[in-house]
Structures are given as C-alpha cells and as structure tokens.
C-alpha cells in the first residue's frame, strides 16, 4: 500500500514537471502582453495596453496578463494557463489576484481557443460563469471575425472596473473599520473618566454629612463647601485630562512615511511597463471556449 502510495506521487511529480515544461519560461522583460502568435499588428495599441494593465496593477495589486501562443502542446487551455499561472508567479502571493487572459489563435495546429485562468483571491467577482459568458459572448464573436485584438480589449474593458470595484470596497470597508474602534475606545476613556468623577463627588457628600449631625456652624459649613467644591473642580479635571489624553492620541499616531526622503537620492526610473510578478498561485479555476 505504501509502495502504491509512492508511486501515485511521483507519478503526480512527473505529470506536473512535464506540464510545466510545455508552458513558455518566464521572459526576463515582464509586460502584462505576451504576444507569443503575434495577434497584435499595432505596436502603439499594445503598449497603451501595457500602460492601462500597469497602472491598474500599481492601482488595485490586481495582474492581468494577456498571453498568447501557437500551440498548446498536448495541455488543455485551462491546464495550460494555469501551469503558466504558477510557473510565472502572477498576481499578488498573498491574494493570489492574479487574471491569465490566454489565448491560441486558429491556425493549422487546430481549432482557436480562449481561456480566462482567475487567481483564488479574485474567484468570487469573476467565478467560473462569468468568464465563460465574457470568452463566449465578448472575445469569441471578435475573434471570429479574424479580430483578435478588439476581443481582447473588449475583455479588459469588461473585466477592469470589476476588479476596481471589489479593490475599493475592500478598502472602504478595512477603513470603516479602523474608524470605528478609534472612535469607540476614545469614547469609553471619556465617559469612565466622567463617571468616576461623579461617584468621587458623591461619595465625598455622603462622607460630610454622616461626619456633622450637628447643625454646623458658619466655619463648619464654609469648610464642608469648600470641600465640595474641590472635589467637583478634581472631577472635572480629571474628565477633562482623560479627554486631552485622548485627543493627544490621536495627534499621536505615526504618520505615514514618505516613501522618498528628500534628502535621498532618487533611484533611477524602471524600463517602461516592466511588471515584477508577486508570486500568485492558481488552482485550475476559470473557464474557456473554442473558435
């Protein structure tokens, strides 16, 4: 049994190496376009493609790759993109928000093929479904027109403000909550500090009325008062310096730092689009359509 268990392992090992040597190397010039078939005709469409996948990258976390190739080998798509997933790393390691967009055109090596291949982190606004109706119904209809580059435009154009808008929701929400146990633990110093003030208070007039049965006399009671008084001006000092300490730790908190002192010196500007993967992962999740 054990030796049986052994070998499935290393079956699996083997199956997994083999796959992952049918997919391109990672190309040491990262750009989100890969454009393996040569789909593209026009350079400038393609860099301005860089540059909105770029800036949405530096935006959101969120990597969107376009990859496109001659030839699956004896892989699937979806086997295909999500071994290349792996391979190079795409999307953020600990939000796996990365997106393949791959894509075979129809040549004499088959049928055309289109898979999207989503991250773990970004399944829930683009599941299996919703990327079978954006290959079928978006991409597919331009591609089979012979028009590769305006199928894959559409897709972006369809598939950026859902990635934006999970990316600010979740942001909206970390915010809302830091808010609100801010505010919530600044609340509760003040009011302690209020209601200590009044039991003190209190305590203090108890005190002085059990101490003086007797009708006091006129300097009894100017001392009593003045007792009174004291511990009242004592409350509400103290409310007050519970309520300074409070605000002053506010003030407090430590200021984002800048990312570049101004009296460093300023690294050189990186080569245009140049994408740095961050190690995202890929569980075979996504869908596809042929052409």
Known sequence: M??????LIALACFVGEVCMAQVPEKPDSMMPIYDEAGIFKNDSLVNALNTRLDSLSRRTTNQIVVVTVNDLGKLEANQFATQLGKKWGIGDKKLNNGLIILVK??????????????????????????CRYITDSIMVPHF???????????AI?????IVIEE?????????????SKSSGGNGWWILGGIAAGIGGL??????????????PTNGEQTTAEA????????????????ADASQQEENDEPEPENEESENEEKPEEPEAYKYKYGGGDFDGGGAGSKF
Do not use: H, W
């Open 2 to 7: 054990k030796l049986l268990k052994i070998v």
């Open 105 to 130: 055109p129809r040549n004499d090596k088959g049928p055309g093929e289109v898979y999207l291949a989503p991250g773990r982190g970004i399944q829930g606004v683009l599941p299996d479904v919703k």
């Open 144 to 154: 089979k027109e012979g028009d590769y580059a305006s199928g894959i435009v559409a």
């Open 157 to 161: 154009d369809y598939i950026e403000p």
């Open 167 to 179: 990316y600010e929701q979740i942001q909206a929400a970390a915010s809302q909550n830091n808010d």
């Open 202 to 215: 209190a305590l203090l007039r108890k005190r002085n009325k059990k101490n003086q049965p007797q009708q």
């Open 227 to 242: 007792n009174t008084e004291t511990a009242a001006v004592a409350a509400t000092g103290a409310a007050s310096a519970l």
